[in-house]
Nanobody, 122 residues
Framework: QVQLVESGGGLVQAGGSLRLSCAASGRTVSSDAMAWFRQAPGKEREFVAVLSWSGGNTDYTDSVKGRFTISRDNAKNAVYLQMNSLKPDDTAVYYC???????????????WGQGTQVTVSS
């Protein structure tokens, strides 16, 4: 059973930076893709970024390209989301998710963390 624990959220001013961490345990081939999603109040959960443990391939939603970077530390079984130039629109609960394939659909990720709040003030 894959377990995911996020950390690193908080309150930051617009233009600032945060780094989210996701610690993964019980990882298998069925959890090769590690993704970040976010959900703002009253909105659906949306894809942010994804990375492959095995190949390092990445994908980002357009609104975060050039500002966010997803990375991994195989030795620590951790995935990170470095968020720079944050905007108020980035305010959301951020979730780490694990699945088999590099896709953007929430339905393809069976494993989820509890989420961490990111609030960007203007």
């Amino acid at each position: 059973q894959v377990q995911l624990v996020e950390s690193g959220g908080g309150l930051v001013q617009a233009g600032g930076s945060l780094r989210l961490s996701c610690a993964a345990s019980g990882r298998t081939v069925s959890s090769d893709a590690m993704a970040w999603f976010r959900q703002a109040p009253g909105k659906e959960r949306e894809f942010v970024a994804v990375l492959s443990w095995s190949g390092g391939n990445t994908d980002y939603t357009d609104s975060v390209k050039g500002r966010f970077t997803i990375s991994r530390d195989n030795a620590k079984n951790a995935v990170y989301l470095q968020m720079n130039s944050l905007k108020p629109d980035d305010t959301a609960v951020y979730y780490c998710a694990a699945g088999r394939f590099i896709v953007r659909l929430t339905a393809h990720y069976p494993y989820w963390g509890q989420g961490t709040q990111v609030t960007v003030s203007s």
